[in-house]
């Protein structure tokens, strides 16, 4: 086990906090929530079957078990959803219906503090995890738009922090202007601190280094960069960075001696969707770099995307940073 996921789930035991899994009728959710309950990293609300999930081979005992479409909380449920969306024309009979939804159901349960976060999409597509996410939880107090990122353990790595960097955004933003990709760097910034309790050092980067290209990817880099700086003063933040005058200490100084993050960069932004997935996907493939993620940032409460190729492991990891996530969010209400 890497240092960085024995750190997430040392934390989420220390203070248990409660995640609701709407995928109970996919066998690695089972699993992994099998080990979650047996390592006490967090208590668990299942949806779906309870016979089925009963009868799964699984030791879930702790677990909380509800079937969405007979349980005694869809009136409750449906009625608080109405109240927040009839101002967009749902009426109480849709409202109803939406509760048959395991991630309506399971957003629902956050929404109302049954749960303090969720974790799907084992079987679910991102967009339709997102969807009741932002709908009902919506975004959090002062921030701008929803993001996600990806934290990369690499093994025998020197760079970021002792291997560990976050990569974002990877997942959700396609092409984001300047002002867009600027907040996507100040929310990776509290992202990083939130998970790994150190100095974020925050490198937006580009084909290009202080303007050795000249085009209109590159200036969007370095607009989004004086963005970023107006809105978080106190952080460490530059760009427009190569990657390698980011991350290696020689280049940096090479090509940007007086970057206060060239070299030592541990927060790596991405200018667009292509270029993030890209390079968290390298990475994990050619430097067999453990990819937790996607994990978003910006919504009220957390509510995680997993990829549909997950292991059980990879989703005990992302409900053990779920979990932290919630700390976090706990300790700054």
């Known amino acids: 086990m890497n240092a960085f996921l024995e750190s997430m789930l040392t934390r989420a035991k220390a203070d248990r906090r409660t995640i609701v899994l709407p995928e109970g009728d996919d066998v690695r959710t089972l699993a992994a929530a099998e080990k979650i309950l047996a390592d006490g990293v967090a208590d668990l609300v299942i949806l779906g079957d309870a016979e089925a999930i009963g009868t799964s081979g699984h030791a879930l005992d702790g677990a909380t078990v509800i079937d969405p479409r007979t349980s005694e ?80 353990v690499v093994p025998d790595c020197a760079f970021g922090q002792e291997g560990t960097l976050l990569f974002s955004d990877c997942g959700l933003e396609v092409q984001p202007d300047a002002e867009r990709l600027a907040h996507i760097a100040v929310n990776s910034a509290r992202s990083w601190e939130a998970l ?25 880099v370095a607009r989004a960069t004086g963005i970023a700086r107006k809105l978080a003063p106190d952080l460490a933040l530059d760009g427009e960075l190569q990657l390698d005058a980011a991350i290696v200490e020689s280049v940096g100084a ?17 200018p667009d969707l292509d270029a993030g997935n890209i390079g968290y996907k390298l ?3 050619l430097a067999k770099a453990e990819a937790y993620g996607p994990i978003t940032q910006g919504i009220a409460a957390p509510v995680n995307d997993l990829s549909r190729g997950c292991s059980a492991d990879d ?11 919630a700390q976090a969010a706990k300790a700054g209400d």
């Open 283 to 285: 990475v994990q493939r």
């Open 315 to 325: 989703i005990v990891g992302v409900i053990a940073i779920t979990c932290v996530q």
């Open 254 to 270: 090479s090509k940007a001696p007086d970057s206060p993050v060239a070299g030592h960069a541990n927060v790596l932004v991405f």
């Open 196 to 220: 790994m309790g150190t100095e974020p050092v925050v490198a937006l980067l580009s084909h290009s280094t202080y303007g050795s290209a000249r085009n209109d990817d590159a200036a969007k």
């Open 73 to 152: 909380l869809r009136e409750e449920l449906a009625a608080t959803l109405h109240e927040l969306r009839q101002h967009k024309g749902m009426t109480p009979d849709e409202a109803l219906r939406l509760m048959d939804d395991v991630l309506y159901f399971g957003v629902m349960m956050v929404k109302t503090g049954r749960a303090d976060g969720m974790v799907a999409g084992a079987c679910h597509a991102t967009g339709d995890v997102l969807r009741p996410s932002l709908q009902i939880l919506k975004t959090a107090p002062g921030v701008a738009l929803v993001s996600s990122f990806f934290v990369m």
